[in-house]
């Protein structure tokens, strides 16, 4: 019958991010949708389950220097958070793991409250080592790994007041 720990849109939406067609259509009617449903209920509402902690990622655009905001699923991680750049296993990284990378300052809302980070790529033993804890939230990711060759970039999201150096940081692509 499926795992009793998740509610039956939880298993499902597990169940079709396991699939080709089912990554189509979390990234380009899923998401959209759940950004927009999160944004009209100011944070309250989306459409991830309340067990996957879902956020809005807002950075600065690299080269427009606007603010860009994206849905992105966050594992707590101390009193950070860890996000995975997966794009949905495409072949190319997702916009906003560049824009962190040319400025790491960024802001995560949770529900109605946002909170200032600074992104810090994660090193290839702490990435993973995160990677399990990863799949348990949103098993998808491992799909999303099969279907590329991309290594995807993961970051920790540390609180801005904390020691941590800030501004532009030198990362390989």
């Known amino acids: 019958m499926g795992d009793a720990r998740f509610t039956l849109l939880e298993r499902m939406g597990r169940a079709i991010g396991k699939t080709r067609p089912g990554v189509y259509l979390l990234r380009y009617v899923f998401t959209p949708f759940d950004k927009l449903t999160y944004r009209l209920t100011g944070g309250r509402r989306g459409l991830s389950p309340r067990r996957m ?101 993961m970051f920790r999201l540390e609180p801005a007041g904390s020691d941590q150096r800030r501004g532009r940081a030198n990362l390989p692509n």
Do not use: C
């Open 53 to 153: 902690k879902a956020a809005l990622l807002t950075t600065t655009g690299r080269r427009s220097g606007k603010l860009v905001t994206t849905p992105v699923l966050v594992l707590p991680d101390g009193d950070g958070f860890i996000v995975v750049g997966s794009n949905y296993g495409r072949g190319r990284h997702p916009s906003w793991t560049y824009n962190m990378m040319a400025n790491r300052n960024v802001a995560l809302q949770m529900g109605e409250s946002s909170k200032d980070y600074v992104a810090r790529r994660l090193s290839e033993g702490e990435a993973r080592s995160h990677w399990p804890d990863l799949v348990r939230m949103w098993p998808a990711w491992q799909t999303y790994r099969e279907i590329t060759d991309r290594k995807f970039r």
